[in-house]
């Protein structure tokens, strides 16, 4: 038998290269001998999936972002996140709660008490037993979204103040909590930025 898995969290500025290195992360843990669940928020299931092409394509207000965050999350964690990590399987999700903190806290001024609240009805105390956070400079994460050649969301779309908010909000949960939050200069060479996942996943 099995114990509960773990669960790894990656999360970041827009352009910070997080989602390439998910691959890597769940890659380091199976060669560690994991079972391993790889994930996204928002989405991850059909529900989920749905509400995020809503949330990330219409207009709407901070409130209304963090409610469908938590109505994708809340089904996300009901439908595979808590049932892998009790099968034993360790979850490497991109972005969690600690993303609505940043985005709809840090960058659109929503309550945090609001959104601590909606996490406690959402999740309880299930949290990342490890956060990767991926910080990088606005210059560096404009230009590394602008040569991807993609369609911007909504949020990508959103200029330097909001991209400086939403920095900083991740700073300081990082800073409030660092042993769970790991903060990695993503704006160093993609082998640099290897060698830090690395040096993490391995401590953990
Ligand atoms: P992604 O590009 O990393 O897949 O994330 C999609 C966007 O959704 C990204 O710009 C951040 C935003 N987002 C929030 O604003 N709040 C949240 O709670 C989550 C999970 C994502």
Not at 10 to 22: A, C, I, N, P, Q
Not at 149 to 166: I, L, Q
Not at 172 to 193: C, F, G, M, N, Q
């Amino acid at each position: 038998m099995s114990g509960r898995g773990k669960f790894v969290t990656l999360e970041g500025v827009d352009g910070s290269g997080k989602s390439t290195h998910s691959g890597y992360v769940e890659a380091l843990l199976q060669r560690a001998g994991h079972r391993v669940l790889r994930t996204r928020e928002p989405g991850g299931t059909p529900l989920a999936e749905a509400l995020r092409q809503v949330v990330l394509e219409s207009p709407m207000d901070g409130v209304c972002e963090a409610l469908l965050m938590f109505a994708a999350r809340a089904d996300h964690v009901r439908q595979m996140i808590r049932p892998a990590l009790e099968a034993g399987t360790w979850v490497v999700c991109d972005r969690f709660t600690d993303a609505t903190m940043a985005y709809q806290g840090g960058g659109k001024g929503v309550p945090a008490a609001l959104i601590r609240d909606l996490a406690n009805a959402t999740h309880g105390d299930l949290w990342p037993d490890l956060t990767l956070l991926f910080d990088c400079p606005f210059e560096v994460a404009s230009a590394r979204l602008a040569s991807t050649g993609k369609t911007m969301d909504r949020f990508e779309r959103e200029g330097r103040a909001f991209f400086e908010r939403v920095r900083s909000a991740y700073l300081d949960a990082a800073a409030a909590a660092s042993a769970r939050i790991r903060v990695i200069d993503a704006s160093k060479t993609l082998d640099e930025v290897k060698k830090s996942i690395e040096e993490n996943v391995s401590m953990f």
